[in-house]
């Protein structure tokens, strides 16, 4: 394929009844950060508009870029969210509860990183396989005793799976759903490779936590699908599969972990796939009004931003930002921040002495905060205000102040 293109039509339910609601304008690759060598290769920057289907309720993007632009030399790691690893562990116990597989059963993870639920299902007993495209993330997983094989899942690798492990009594993919332009051939690949008694266990944004949380740095090139139950039930029934526990889970700034088996399958269905489709149709996301409300909130917030920093810089200030993250780069886009901010601070070791895609604004350790001493820190790294504001207390008591802009925009005062 080339670079990227534009879709017409719903990736669910191929209707074309979408109705455009938010324009983030052209925005370049999040995490493509470069070297100060790298400067000269060329970077594009492509449209992420945000449609909404009529038909069957998936808040999605149009825009598709090649994956293997994408996730080829991904740099994101599991580890380098803070609590993500603790939630992998958790997570590996409460699979094994919901499930309780046989000793040894074949467990599958589909965009598997460095494996950290990998980690926790071997630890169990079982006989883990990973699958994900980035070729460094895979080599080094499987060097931590983790096999993983350095691929995208489809049906055609979902059938040469199953011949050489056999059929996977637990298949999951987290935070990955929302990445594929393809569901239908994912789908095939689960409904090929899942054991009759297996299960399906997916951990994805919640459409509705986005939505009601105005969570804008949720909207990225990487981010193709928004999920919801009221459309995944009838997509899941369309490949004989059936949705039979969802649960809301606070990672990501909002989340849902779904429990997938065949339909008609020895599993019953929970109350919470019931609640939480009658709490969507009270909510009224069947319809355009809620994301007509959450597109002027995003306008909004954009333009007191955009104010605030404006006045900040006519005042002479230093305006710096904290987190160098995918989610980060879509902000400073879409507000048009590129020429208010002087740098990035970050606590990932892979992010520091790099420039931002494009702009090439530069990342520093968060330690520099106190060589620099910027007046204001924007919080690009808004879920994790809590822990960042408490390593930094000497700079607030020194008098700098960091600026929320989610979910409202605010000044930390000492």
Partial sequence: MSEFFKRDDCRLCKSRNLKLVVDMGAVPLGDDFVTKEQFDRPQGEYPLEINYCEDC??????????????????????????????????????????????????????????????????????????????????????????ETWAAFFNKEMAEKIKNEKGAATIITANNVMANIDDLTDIMEGITTLLADDGVFV???????????????????????????????????????????????????????????????????VT??????????????????????????????????????????????????AYGASIGATSLIYYMGLGDLIDCLYDDNPVKIGMYSPVQHIPVYDSSMIYEHKPDYILNLAWRYAGPIYRRHEKYIKEGGRFVSCLPTVSILEA
């Fill in 57 to 146: 309720g998936l808040l999605q993007s149009t825009t598709v870029i090649d994956p293997d632009i994408i996730y080829s030399n991904y740099l994101y790691e599991t580890s380098s969210s803070l609590g993500l690893m603790q939630h992998f562990e958790d997570y590996a116990a409460y699979l094994m509860d919901k499930v309780n597989p046989p000793q040894g059963a074949l467990t599958v993870d589909i965009g598997s990183n460095i494996g950290a639920l990998l980690k926790g299902l071997k630890a169990h007993g079982m006989n883990v396989l990973g699958i994900d495209p980035a070729k460094a993330l895979a080599e080094k997983a499987t060097g931590n005793g983790l």
């Fill in 202 to 268: 997916f951990e994805t944004g919640y459409m509705v936590d986005t939505v009601q949380n105005v969570v804008i740095d949720n909207l990225t090139h990487e981010h193709l699908c928004y999920f919801s139950v009221l459309p995944l039930q009838k997509f899941f029934e369309e490949h004989g599969l059936e949705l039979i526990d969802i649960k809301r889970i606070p990672t990501k700034g909002g989340s849902i972990r779904g429990t997938v088996q065949r339909k008609g399958g020895g599993r019953p």
């Fill in 271 to 320: 109350a919470n796939v019931t609640g939480l489709a009658t709490l969507e149709r009270e909510l009224g996301f069947e319809g355009m009004a809620p994301f007509t409300v959450f597109a002027k909130l995003c306008d909004q917030m954009k333009s007191e931003i955009r104010t605030l920093l404006t006045d900040l810089k006519a005042q002479g200030k230093k305006v710096g």
